[in-house]
């Protein structure tokens, strides 16, 4: 298969190691792009970045808790001392909330919930924002989600952060279009992934149910549009929202 050629680009994606971020990471090594799969679990990191290498991808592992700015800047300063650039930025990290009502919601569930699935974004931002104006552009994929578009009922910590990384990629998105700075959201819906591991059958069939496509997406369907969005194929699309849901929510 032909793809859209990344030679010489260099990328971070965060929670890189599964899931959508490994199809994510897999889909642009194979548009021959060089990546950093940061993951809070190293070893992981690096498995998944030795089996890309072994097929002839230009690809590291990178330890990142996204939650801590230390650590993110940390990855930041790693991967510009190997690469000496970076071009795109792919905040795909997150975690689910626990399924409570909000009065059994703790304190800790709120906090751990948005430092990872918020503030992460946020610090990533922050950290290569500067560098890509150094180097005349770039380009930041946030995944969001479609609870940051309708909320979840029982998980209200998720559905915020979600949500708050739809307004942070619009205002940063006007921030930094001046410097050819293109940062849009992906909103993923149901994904067949690791994190879906525990729906039970009935589960699967009742969300499949208002999915208009009939069935639930294909993480190389997300690696696919944000290979599109990292590409130089998108260049007046910005600040802007892309689902991901089957039809489900086409806002």
Not at 107 to 127: I, K
Not at 147 to 175: D, F
Request: glycine share 10%.
């Amino acid at each position: 298969m032909s793809y859209l050629d990344l030679t010489g680009r260099v990328a971070i994606v965060t929670g890189g190691a599964q899931g959508i971020g490994l199809a994510i990471v897999t889909r642009l090594v194979n548009s021959q792009a060089s990546v950093a799969i940061a993951d809070i679990n190293l070893s992981a990191a690096q498995d998944a970045a030795q089996n890309l290498f072994e097929k002839g991808g230009d690809v590291g592992g990178f330890a990142c808790d996204v939650s801590d700015p230390g650590s993110v800047q940390g990855l930041i300063d790693a991967v510009l001392d190997c690469y000496d650039r970076i071009d795109i930025l792919v905040n795909n990290a997150g975690i689910n909330s626990r399924p409570l009502l909000i009065q059994d919601q703790t304190n800790e569930d709120w906090d751990r919930t948005l430092a990872v699935n918020l503030s992460g974004v946020f610090y990533c931002c922050r950290a290569v924002v500067p560098h890509m104006i150094k180097n005349g552009g770039g380009r930041i994929i946030n995944i969001s989600s479609t609870a940051g578009k309708e909320g979840n009922p029982k998980m209200i910590p998720y559905s915020a952060a979600k949500a708050g990384v739809i307004a942070l990629t619009k205002a940063l998105a006007k921030e930094v279009a001046q410097y050819n700075i293109l940062v849009n959201a992906v909103t993923p819906g149901l994904i067949q992934t690791p994190s879906n591991r525990d729906l039970t059958p009935e589960q699967i069939q009742r969300y499949t149910e208002i999915i208009p496509i009939g069935r639930i997406g294909r993480p190389e369907e997300a690696g696919a549009l944000v290979h599109w969005l990292a590409s130089e194929e998108v260049t007046f699309s910005t600040g802007a929202v892309f689902d991901l849901s089957g039809g489900r929510t086409t806002y």
